[in-house]
């Protein structure tokens, strides 16, 4: 968040500027949006790449997130006898919502398709409207808070605990190194969604992340990869069309158009922009350079950091420029590419 900048021990800069102020409350609209809502994202996007009915996504990812649960930030500082619940007499269930988490709302939405299917294949078209979404709602619903729920939380705190522990132990400069080399794959595969939720968790349970650095060093190798190959095709006006505006977009923060439109059509830019992450990944936790959350990818990243680790930032940025661009542009040459 631009307005949430840490300016060492002067305070943020919404405290000191009104402007700066407003513009951090409005824009914590939009993240509050897509972190604390994930969940109805995630169940509706599983559900439209599965082809099933889209809206019944939507709703079990609104079930996960409603103002009715005890919010998943709050649940840590929440006396456990004080945690509402549903009562059956005969049993209990807490109502907690998923904030936020990846995991829970990826192990309901194919719980959801996969009852939605077998539901459509024994109940007569005649009555499917009614019948298939109650009876794979209502089971997936009850299924997601009692099992799927708490066991994808338990993963996520596992897999923070894990990251963290890999980038605090002895080891973290090789763990830095494998995650820097293959977080690019992770992107292509959607898979890197869920490094979000682990830094959040990260940020929640450490105060700051080492592991957000490395995802915006990435998608400036991924950008100076696709410049490297429009240096070496300078001049060819149908090509730039691509490769200005993707290298432009990986260093905002968003890889995709750089992955899919230039580098992956080549493959080595790819590979080159991934040793240049990786290099990038050694030194940044090396150096311990920690982000006070998530925010703005790419060169922008810098917003996410207090004002004294900037210069490290920028400096680590440079690496990850140079390294792929110089990658890309001497194999280039040596291939003819």
């Not at 939405?109 to 078209?125: A, M, S």
């Not at 980038?167 to 794959?185: D, H, I, K, Q």
């Not at 990986?250 to 059509?265: C, D, Q, R, S």
Request: with cysteine.
């Amino acid at each position: 968040m631009i307005g949430d900048a840490v300016f060492g021990d002067y305070g943020t800069i919404a405290s000191h500027s009104q402007f700066w102020a407003g513009v951090h409350s409005f824009l914590w609209l939009i993240c509050e949006a897509i972190f604390h809502f994930l969940p109805v994202g995630i169940t509706w996007s599983i559900t439209r790449k599965m082809g099933t009915t889209q809206i019944l996504g939507i709703v079990l990812g609104i079930t996960l997130v409603s103002p009715q649960l005890l919010n998943a930030y709050a649940v840590a500082g929440t006396d456990p006898a004080k945690i509402p619940f549903w009562d059956f007499g005969f049993t209990q269930i807490r109502m907690i919502g998923y904030q936020a988490q990846v995991i829970p709302a990826i192990l309901a939405g194919f719980t959801l398709v996969y009852l939605e299917r077998f539901f459509k294949k024994i109940i007569p078209n005649a009555i499917s409207m009614v019948f298939v979404p109650l009876f794979a709602l209502v089971p997936t619903v009850i299924i997601a808070h009692v099992v799927l729920g708490p066991i994808g939380w338990a993963i996520g705190s596992w897999i923070s605990n894990l990251v963290y522990a890999g980038l605090t132990s002895s080891f973290r400069v090789l763990f830095a190194a494998v995650f820097g080399f293959f977080y690019s794959p992770l992107v292509i595969t959607g898979l890197h969604h869920m490094t979000n939720a682990i830094d959040l968790q990260l940020a929640n349970d450490f105060g700051g992340t080492l592991l957000w650095p490395m995802i915006a060093f990435s998608n400036i190798a991924q950008g100076s990869a696709v410049l490297g190959i429009w240096w070496l095709h300078r001049g060819n006006k149908e090509e730039e069309q691509v490769s200005v505006p993707s290298a432009i977009s990986a260093y905002l923060g968003v890889t995709e158009p750089a992955m899919f439109g230039i580098n992956l059509k080549y493959g080595f830019p790819f590979i080159c922009a991934m040793i240049g992450s990786s290099i990038a990944a050694i030194i940044s936790v090396g150096m311990g350079l920690m982000a006070n959350s998530v925010g703005v990818g790419g060169i922008l990243g810098f917003l996410s950091f207090n004002l004294d680790r900037w210069p490290l930032f920028f400096l680590i940025a440079v690496v990850a420029m140079i390294v792929p661009f110089s990658l890309t542009v001497i194999y280039g040459k040596k291939k003819n590419a």
